[in-house]
């Protein structure tokens, strides 16, 4: 090995000496609600994320030379709403609910067709909720997106009264408890949604229980095509 060899690798050993030196903490970092594998870290005082926390956050980013380029924001839509986000099987916890999707399926009852989701919900207060005063809206909060983009409501039929107003909407949860259901939307769609989401309403917990939510977007979004 020639000397300007040993010179290049002794500079890259000292590089990183300086930079593991000047990380003065690392951070664990969640995105949407979802743990990331990648730290954060604090240099000199300051908090530093890593590009691809921007970019699951719908930020483009992109390094030219000695730039890194920033632009754009999520696309507005149901889709891109900002919520905490989970996969398939993982409780998500907006400080008011827990909640998960286990399964997605077809369904055909009575000549109506669709999608129906498993899912959870459990009361994470020391108080006794009644879920439409709580967060919960009315069906219409409810959406199914799929993989070219497009979303679907949940509509206010009798499969909608059923799985998500009378098991949901209208229960009273007492502290520690749940209940489950299948929430049931009519669709002519063949190929299975990605996602579910679900809107919360953020006044009426507070006006009501003097509660307020630990998440700032305290919606949530079920990726119903990966599994935990």
Same mark, same amino acid.
């Given at each position: 090995m020639n000397n300007r060899r040993i010179l290049a690798w002794l500079?890259?050993?000292?590089l990183g000496l300086v930079l593991a030196q000047a990380v003065?903490?690392?951070l664990n970092l969640v995105v949407n609600g979802q743990a990331q594998s990648s730290k954060a870290i604090v240099v000199g005082g300051q908090t530093y994320v890593p590009v691809s926390a921007l970019r699951a956050l719908g930020v483009t980013a #992109?390094? #030219?030379?000695?730039?890194v380029n920033l632009s754009g924001s999520p696309v507005a839509g149901a889709d891109q709403r900002a919520s905490l986000e989970g996969c398939l099987n993982e409780w998500l916890n907006n400080g008011i609910w827990r909640a998960r999707a286990t399964k997605v399926e077809a369904f055909d009852e009575n000549g109506l067709k669709g999608w129906a989701i498993d899912f959870e919900v459990r009361n994470a207060t020391p108080k006794t909720l009644e879920a439409w005063n709580a967060g919960f809206?009315?069906?219409s909060s409810l959406t199914l997106a799929f993989a070219d983009g497009t979303t679907q409501r949940m509509e206010g039929n009798a499969l909608a009264r059923e799985s998500y107003e009378a098991k949901i909407y209208n229960a009273v949860i007492p502290q520690g408890a749940g209940v489950t259901t299948k929430l049931k939307f009519t669709s002519s769609r063949t190929d299975a949604p990605t996602k579910l989401l679900i809107e919360m309403d953020t006044n009426s917990i507070k006006q009501k229980y003097n509660l307020a939510f630990s998440a700032p977007n305290p919606s949530l979004r079920f990726k119903l095509d990966c599994s935990r």
């Open positions: 500079g890259v050993g000292v003065q903490r690392q #992109s390094v #030219s030379g000695n730039t809206k009315d069906p």
